[in-house]
């Protein structure tokens, strides 16, 4: 009964933020500098999706952080800007992003053109330094045979290991 109740915390976790938050991406950590010094590299960030154009505040100043997917690559590494405007265009809105750090952004000169439903979510918490921990969980990784392990699914086997051997051990203890 152990064993069920850690698979099942560990899986539904992802998936309970996943629909509390309306994305698929709920939490995210930035790759760059290009946000600081907002927001760090191995900040853990809490992001919202779900969102209309409405709800998305551009400003170059004070505007929402938004995560989005890169348009030379949508099924990379999403990237996490600042909205500093937004416009309508044939019925269909569209942010210019840039980093804060970014004098003038390496794609564009004045920051990035993301479609609407190019946006992830906004960033509606942080947590500093925790994202060095999830990125470092998945990002080792080993290969065996044809198959790639991240260090995360290693301590899901650890844990679910330790937990059947308690239970075995428990179980032994009452039968003396």
Known sequence: MLILLALIGSLSLQWILSFALHTSVPLHTPISGSMEPTLKIGDLL???????????????????IIVFKNPDNPKGMPIVHRAIGKFQKDGKWYFITKGDNNYYDDYKLFGWI???????G???????????????????KLQIGGFVVTLRMILI???????????????????E
């Open 46 to 64: 809490v992001i919202c999706g779900g969102l209309k154009a409405e709800d998305i505040h551009a400003s170059p100043k004070d505007g929402d």
């Open 114 to 120: 993301i479609p609407e439903d190019y946006i992830i």
């Open 122 to 140: 906004k960033v509606i918490f942080v947590i500093p330094k925790l994202g060095y921990v999830f990125r470092g969980l998945d990002e080792i």
């Open 157 to 175: 086997a650890v844990d679910v290991a330790a937990l059947l051997y308690l239970q075995l051990a428990d179980y032994r203890s009452e039968g």
